[in-house]
Every structure is written in C-alpha cells, then in structure tokens.
C-alpha cells in the first residue's frame, strides 16, 4: 500500500497550481461585479489600518475607530471629487472664448491641410465629424463597460464603505481564517506570508500616494512657469490619472496641451507642457518611484505591462487600476508556494548580475554549468 505522506512529484503539483490558478482567474471573472467592488475596499483598508490602529492606541473602540477611518478616506475622495468638479464648472464658464479660439485653430489646420494635399474642406470636416462619432460611440460603450449602469455606481459608492469598515473591523478574524484554510502549512509561514502582503500593498498605496503629490507639484510648477490658467487643476488631474500606470501622466498632458493651444498666442506652449510632462514622468519612472517605493514591490516592467494589459481583459478600467497591485500579492504567494517560485521569480526585477556585461557566463557559473561548456567547446 503506497505511502499517503509520499511526496508528489514536482510536475504534478506545478500542474495543479497552474490549474488552481487558471479556475481563480475564470471565478475572477465571473464574479467581478461582486469581487472587484471588494478588491478596491481591500485596498482602502490595507491604507487605512495605519489610522485604524492610531486611534485604538487612545482606547478608541475598535468598531468606532474603523467608522472613522472609513469617514476620513470618503472625506478626502468627495474633496478630491469637488475640486475636479468644481474646476470643470468654472473653466465651462469660459466656454464660449474658448470655443471661438477652437475653431480658429480648427480653421488654420484645414486651411494648411488643402494647401499642403489638396483635400477639400467638406471632406475634411465630414471626416471629423465621422471619426468624431465613432470616438464618442466608443468612449459611450467603454464608460458604460467601465462604470456600469447609475445603479451599479450606486451600489459600489455604498458597498465599498461598507466593505472597508467590516475589513478593519473583523481583520483577526479573517486572519485566522487562513489559519484554519491551510492548516496543512506550518502557521509561521501563513503568518509570514499574511504580513507580506500587507507590507508589499501598504507599500505600493502609501508609495503610490507620495508619488502622485510630488507628481502634482511638479506638474503645477511647469504649467505656472508657462502661465497656463488653472495649474493646479491640471497638474493634479494628470497626477491622479496615474493610478492607469504608464499611460496615466500621457494621457493627462493632453488636456493642458490643448487648453494651452487655445488660450495661447503660439503653439509653443502646448509644446512646451507635453515636452514638460514627458520629464516629469521620466522622472517618475526612473527617479522618485525607485527611490520612494524602492525594492518592497519588485515587479519588472515587462510583467507589469503584461499584467496592466491582462487586468484591461479582466476586468476593464478597473482592472487597469487593481493590476499592479493584485501582480504584487501574486507575486508574494507564488514566493511562498515551492512549485511556483519559478513564475513569482520570474515576476520580479532582475539581479544586479542579470544585466552585466559578462552576465551569461556569471550565470553558468550560478547554476555550476561553466564547467560543462568549457567542456563542449573544447
């Protein structure tokens, strides 16, 4: 009779990993109106558990300290919310200019367009106006993919509060939920692993938080040098526009481009805030990330586009938003898992040695193969 304590073959459990992991993906998938609303309310929590403990270090209630916290981030997300909103109304007030100055601008293009190929104003327009449509027709249906009906915005304005609370309010008693789930497993590592993944998304929110401020700032500073009307605004939409990583700081510069082509005498300047904008996020990317979040959240770039554009897939706009951090918390379990170390090392940022000039042969000598080739080159 075979020994029920005999250890599996690697292939085997890498395979039932790879198809434990396949079956989280498709309920992932299937349940994303109920578990993307408590992905976003794990993530407030994780950053709010800091002023949840601050509070009951004063002998506030645990339950009320939780509330607080809760109040506190709605506070800050409707003042945020106020302040785009309110900037939106008081540059609409302006619409007319501003809308005189488009089609002047509109005007000098078609007039270069005719003289530089030979294309007829009618057609011009006609084809504005069709790609026009068709851009409005799609942004329509993203919107509606992203964000669901009213109702569905609704729901999640009140779950999400609603979920953030019971998370800081019940934590120790989901944590020893995975004590009871893998029981199997020595507690110290489940332990370990839980205070990992706290550790590695803490990081990356209260990182991804500092980021964006200094990220404000500098944006601001740019377009007021320049004298565009309404820095502030700008600056700090294009800085929350980084919560889509990569793309968000782009994306965010073309508002202030085009508004500067409007209420500027010259095209420079537009040229000047993307130009601006483009060094505020090589900065970002290769300067003020890696010194303030450093190596606690070590994913590779290559993993990371990768896993921004499955998270599109999954779960839309959203997805965009939840992917790093989720590739993280993959990241630290797969770190924790013996038959998938090789994928959480995969995902991770490369040796110093990885990228050596010499970094083949120091890596045959890593894995004791150095000998072997001198061996088949001889």
Excluded: C
């Excluded at 109040?71 to 939106?88: D, E, K, P």
């Excluded at 005007?107 to 367009?113: A, R």
């Excluded at 942004?139 to 779950?159: M, N, T």
């Excluded at 120790?172 to 995975?178: A, G, K, S, T, Y």
């Amino acid at each position: 009779m075979p020994n029920s304590t005999e250890k599996k073959p690697y292939s085997f459990e890498l395979a039932s990993s790879l198809l434990s992991l396949v079956l989280i993906i498709t309920v992932l998938y299937v349940l994303q109106s109920v578990l993307v609303p408590l992905m976003f309310s794990i993530l407030i929590a994780i950053s709010l558990y800091p002023v949840t403990r601050f509070l009951e270090r004063y002998n506030v209630h645990r339950a009320l300290s939780s509330i607080l916290s809760v109040i506190l981030a709605i506070l800050i997300i409707t003042g945020l919310i106020w302040f785009i909103v309110h900037q939106v109304i008081v540059i609409g007030h302006n619409g007319t200019d501003l809308q005189s100055k488009f089609l002047t601008i509109f005007n000098t293009i078609q007039q270069w367009i005719t003289a530089k190929f030979g294309v007829e104003p009618g057609e011009l327009t006609a084809k504005v106006k069709e790609l026009s449509n068709r851009a409005l027709s799609n942004a329509g249906s993203y919107l509606s993919a992203a964000f669901g009906s009213v109702g569905g915005i609704l729901a999640g304005v009140i779950i999400v509060p609603l979920f953030s609370f019971f998370l800081l309010y019940y934590r120790d008693f989901f944590r020893e939920f995975f004590f009871h789930a893998f029981r199997s497993t020595p507690q110290d590592k489940v332990h370990e692993t839980l205070n990992r993944i706290y550790s590695v998304v803490q990081s990356y929110l209260l990182g991804l938080i500092t980021v964006m401020a200094i990220v404000a700032i500098l944006n601001t500073v740019g377009l007021l040098l320049m004298g565009v009307e309404y820095a502030w605004f700008f600056g700090t939409l294009a800085s929350l526009l980084m919560l889509l990583p990569y793309i968000g700081i782009a994306i965010g510069s073309i508002l202030p481009a085009v508004f500067a082509l409007a209420t500027k005498d010259s095209y420079w300047y537009a040229i000047g805030v993307i130009a601006w904008f483009q060094v505020v996020q090589f900065l970002e990317g290769n300067v003020i990330t890696p010194n303030i979040v450093g190596g606690k959240v070590s994913i590779n770039p290559l993993m990371a586009v990768i896993a921004i554009l499955l998270g599109g897939m999954l779960f839309g706009l959203a997805g965009l938003i939840l992917a790093l951090p989720l590739t993280a918390v993959i990241k630290v379990l797969f770190d924790a898992i013996p038959s998938m170390k090789a994928f959480g090392f995969l995902i991770g940022e490369p040796e110093k040695y990885h990228l050596k000039k010499h970094s083949t042969m120091v890596l045959l000598k890593r894995w004791k193969l150095k000998d072997k080739l001198d061996k088949d080159n001889k």
